[in-house]
């Protein structure tokens, strides 16, 4: 069974704190992805990587950084959280092959920060 | 740049009726692939339905069907005999580039609601 593990289900954090989400998966998918998704606003790409070592910015990468270090393991980085970047994040891994290839979700970190 | 938009944040559906989900999608690649999920008050993502850009059929999956009308950019989900369980915000999401290394961008999704 196909698995993506997002590290914690919810965290609270201050204001100026350097934060570390965790996504792991253990399909060997080539592809991760960062999203945050927000009332209104739908899911969007903070940042995607399709190899060890390699990152794409998405369409909201500000205040954001990412470490991919080995495949099975994607780090999204807050390097110093804000009341703005409260939000539920989603990580999702996808295999590099044919197009029709879904993305496959872990079940979400809800983080505040206050 | 790419942009998926879906106009309907939210819909009311009498159980048992048919449903149309709109999304229109904004691209130059010629090869793109457009997904469904579905997003549960529980939270998790399930992946409903996937159309390429060159199939010529609509995609279906058991209740579900795509309907694709690619010069108008439009790739609508169509649910048959709508069911309790299907209340839950749907998601259009689109890959473009011909490769599956590349991004998968989603629209601001609509939450349907099925009425007993």
């Known amino acids: 069974d196909v698995k993506v593990t997002q590290s914690s289900r919810y965290l609270v954090k201050r204001t100026g704190e350097k934060v570390f989400l965790e996504c792991v998966q253990d399909m060997d998918h080539e592809n991760m992805f960062w999203y945050r998704q927000d009332p209104g606003l739908g899911l969007r790409l903070i940042y995607f990587?399709?190899?060890?070592?390699?990152?794409e910015k998405g369409d909201i990468p500000e205040g954001y950084s990412v470490s991919r270090e080995k495949k099975e393991r994607f780090s999204l980085i807050l390097e110093s959280a804000s009341t703005n970047q409260t939000s539920m994040y989603l990580c999702?891994?996808?295999?590099?092959?044919?197009?029709?290839?879904?993305?496959?979700f872990g079940q979400g970190t809800r983080l505040t920060v206050v | 740049a790419q942009k998926i938009t879906q106009t309907q944040p939210g819909m009311f559906v009498q159980e048992k009726e048919a449903v149309t989900l709109d999304c229109t999608y904004d691209t130059s690649d010629p090869s793109y692939g457009l997904f469904w999920y579905k997003q549960p008050s529980s939270g998790e993502m399930i992946f409903l339905i996937y159309q390429g850009s060159y199939d010529q059929q609509n995609a279906t999956e058991g209740r579900y069907s795509l309907n694709f009308q690619k010069a108008r950019k439009s790739a609508n989900l169509v649910i048959s005999a709508s069911q309790l369980g299907d209340s839950a915000m749907y998601f259009c999401?689109?890959?473009?580039?011909?490769?599956?290394?590349?991004?998968?961008?989603f629209g601001s999704g609509t939450r349907l609601s099925i009425r007993p």
């Open positions: 999702a891994s996808s295999t590099l092959g044919a197009m029709n290839t879904e993305a496959f």
């Open positions: 990587s399709y190899d060890v070592k390699m990152k």
């Open positions: 999401a689109m890959r473009e580039g011909g490769s599956s290394a590349s991004k998968i961008i």
